[in-house]
């Protein structure tokens, strides 16, 4: 590359090695990204399916959250299934958590000075990973804290603890959505995540180092909105029937 | 055409740059960015001013020499097009232009518009080649390559080395630029002997030398060379595939 000789002998810059030395390399950060992030999309549609079970009535959405409980027995303990479940998350979120701050450095130091402005709406997933990620991991600790251990002031009045014999989950989302902030808290985090999914099943396809042709990826990326806003509006009618009555 | 033109300067890579402003008034709109930068440092040297410096050469859009961000988008308005064959047409008369260099810190500025892109060269001395004795020339049907394999490694041998990709990466990565050279080698027989050592390397000094992909594919918006997006995937692939294959060299 031929530059005016005046430039290039004068004032040859250092190299500067924008990337990193050492460490995680980012293809493999990207990968675990993509892995865990793969099992976080399985569990929200899994996690979905079962929650739409509220509208079969409390007798069947209890009884399932007992056979979650209790799925298994005796080969797996009680609550055996839920703590593989619980461990694993953890583990990925940890691992997610993680790789997602590493390659936000990585990728502001390589970028420097002068940030890509402007950019349109087809990359606004892509750009707001980092909030729809925090506000995600906000919802978790929160949602854990409202129907799993039922903490006041997190967890609703009332709340009834499962036993070894019977759930009450039931009336337990209930009166937890009957709370007008919880439901709207809610009803933002799934609007995030189904941003965060939008872009996350592109970038995991593409990480995962699938070869996808240009029109594949557009479809790609109209199939990661279609799943997320799938397992999103799935999740929002629920504190909406709650609000408007249909759930009581 | 009368165009305000709005020109990062700066003297070299350690002193602080800045934008200044001029005002060309005898602009065409068949003119090219780079002649319309000829024609503006024409009017800087006859008023006695240092003109401004850019990096251009065979102005056809082959060489991958000419690279310029304008008003924020690396090479131009008009999309997988080097700077060179960006015509002022796309501009309406009296418009106001920033050119500015390409924006990475991988891409320290030279001076005024010229950035020292050498990274990508360290890029391909690490592994972006074939090593053949250099004999006589094989006979043409000793390898036999079906049509389409050599297309699909043309389209990534397409590749200029200009830079944008990373210019317009949020992250100032390379992963399209290291992607159509994985892609385009590992695809040919010739490649193939030393695909896994070659990902090693190129992987090795992509991350020494850029940021990591987020899939933005901004990139792929810019690229004058039509680098198709599944050169990205390339680089997870291969680091992969060689990681996998521990010390073998293919």
Redesign the interface.
Known sequence: ????A???S????????????GGL???????IMAATGAIFAIFVLVHMIGNLKIYMGAEAFNSYAHWLRMAFYPVLPYEGLLWIMRVVLSVCLVAHVYCALL?RR??????????????GLD?FA??T?MVTGVVLLLFIVFHILDLTLGMSPAGPDGFQHATHEASYAYSNLVASFNRLPVALFYILAMGCLALHLA?GV??A??????????RV?SALAGLGLLFGLVIAIGNITIPVAVLTGVLQ | MKLTIEVWRQEDTTTKGRFVTYQVDDATPEMSLPELLDRLNDQLVTAGEEPIAFDTDCREGICGTCGITVNGVPHGKVPNTPTCRQNLRSYDDGEHLKLEPFRAASFPVVRDLVVDRSALDRVIASGGYVSVDAGTAPDADTRQIPFKVAEQALDFSACIGCGACIAACPNGAAHLFAGALLSHMSTLPQGKPERSKRARGVVATTEEEFGPCSVYAECVEVCPAGIPISAISAVNREAARAAIRRNKDN
């Open positions: 590359m031929s530059a005016p005046h430039s290039r004068a004032s040859t810059p250092s190299t500067p090695h924008a990337g990193h030395k390399p980012s293809v493999y950060a990207k990968l390659l990585r990728g502001a130091t390589a970028r420097g000075r002068w940030k890509r402005r402007g950019l990359v892509a750009r990973m872009h592109v970038s396809v593409v990480d995962f180092g699938v070869g996808v042709r240009p990826f």
